[in-house]
């Protein structure tokens, strides 16, 4: 039997400690791995079963196997700190390395008189509180009076604020910082990237070849609203939405369908706009909020 791996950027220095446990037959993907909506599809076609490390199922497919990647921390330390919030009804989420602990976390407030929701989502995430960062369906009709985000990075508990609407506190729960989640530069930077694309004609809907990221009914459907708003407009089928890449492109700028992280993250790194599909409706009037961009 012949085996693929696929490891995450984070974990690719594991390589050889995590192939070795699979034998000789084993082959690593050296692609990208962002999420398990990005599996190597050209590496499956050479091997029996991949093994994807460090995500659960977006997409079903047949001979992959996920295998997510929990991370150790001490829930009673992350309990602490949570129990000098002042709200008392509260919702939990987490990453996916860190969620397998949530309802040991749950037990434990609600033994000091904390009310916890800990729910699943769609079924885009496996785990009850389990966010992605395309994916907050954990908060839908969140009733709970704050969030409280177990993680690192401030990327999933602004998506949480911005989706639920709540207050959200984010604990990491290894170095157990707790932070008061602000949305308000985030937002700011949004409606600036929308500014920017006042005016410009020439618009590229990027459809991601990534089999979980992949939106073409969304691109055709934004494709369809530029036309009637008298710009032009192609759709671009890419894998890696890169800068050199979109550099010979003949876009004014670029309404991105595929990893809402790219616009969100990576926007600084493009010479051109780069904007949500929400975004792009914000800009031709078809709705009141930038809002969340988010993969169902
Ligand atoms: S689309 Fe982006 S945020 Fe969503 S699972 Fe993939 S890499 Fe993560």
């Keep these: 039997v012949r085996i693929g791996i696929q490891l995450p950027d984070g974990l690719k220095k594991k390589a050889f400690e995590i192939c070795e446990k699979f034998g000789a037959d084993v082959i690593l993907s050296g692609e990208s791995c962002y999420g398990a909506c990005d599996l190597d599809l050209s590496l499956l076609a050479d091997v029996d079963v991949l093994y994807h490390y460090a995500h659960t199922e977006v997409v079903k497919f047949e001979r992959v196997v996920y295998m997510p990647y929990f991370?150790?921390?001490?829930?009673?330390?992350?309990?602490?700190?949570?129990?000098?919030?002042?709200?008392?009804?509260?919702?939990?989420?987490?990453?996916?390395?860190?969620?397998?602990?949530?309802?040991?976390?749950?037990?434990?407030?609600?033994?000091?008189?904390?009310t916890v929701e800990l729910r699943?989502?769609?079924?885009?995430?496996?785990?009850?509180?389990?966010?992605?960062?395309?994916?907050y369906s954990a908060l839908r009709d969140c009733k709970a009076s704050a969030v409280v985000f177990v993680g690192d990075g401030s990327f999933h508990a602004i998506g949480a604020s911005i989706y639920s609407r709540k207050k959200v506190y984010a604990v990491n729960p290894i170095n157990l910082d707790l932070i008061n989640v602000d949305t308000s530069d985030f937002i700011k930077t949004r409606y600036i990237q929308v500014s920017r694309c006042v005016g410009l004609s020439k618009v590229g809907i990027l459809v991601s070849t990534k089999l979980g990221q992949k939106r073409l009914h969304l691109a055709l459907s934004l494709k369809k609203l530029a036309l009637e708003s008298g710009m032009k407009a192609l759709i671009v089928y890419i894998n890696e939405i890169t800068p050199d890449k979109l550099m010979n492109l003949p876009f004014d700028f670029y309404v991105n369908t595929a990893c809402p992280r790219v616009s969100y993250d990576d926007y600084?790194?493009?010479?051109?706009?780069?904007?949500?599909?929400?975004?792009?409706?914000?800009?031709?009037?078809?709705?009141?909020?930038?809002?969340?961009?988010?993969?169902?």
């Design 71 to 114: 991370v150790d921390y001490d829930v009673e330390k992350v309990a602490e700190r949570i129990k000098v919030l002042p709200e008392r009804e509260i919702a939990l989420i987490a990453t996916v390395q860190y969620c397998y602990r949530l309802s040991e976390l749950k037990n434990i407030l609600e033994s000091s008189g904390f």
């Design 268 to 296: 600084r790194k493009f010479e051109r706009p780069i904007i949500t599909p929400q975004e792009f409706e914000y800009l031709l009037n078809r709705r009141e909020e930038i809002g969340l961009d988010e993969i169902e």
């Design 120 to 135: 699943k989502g769609g079924e885009r995430v496996k785990f009850p509180g389990q966010v992605l960062g395309c994916n």
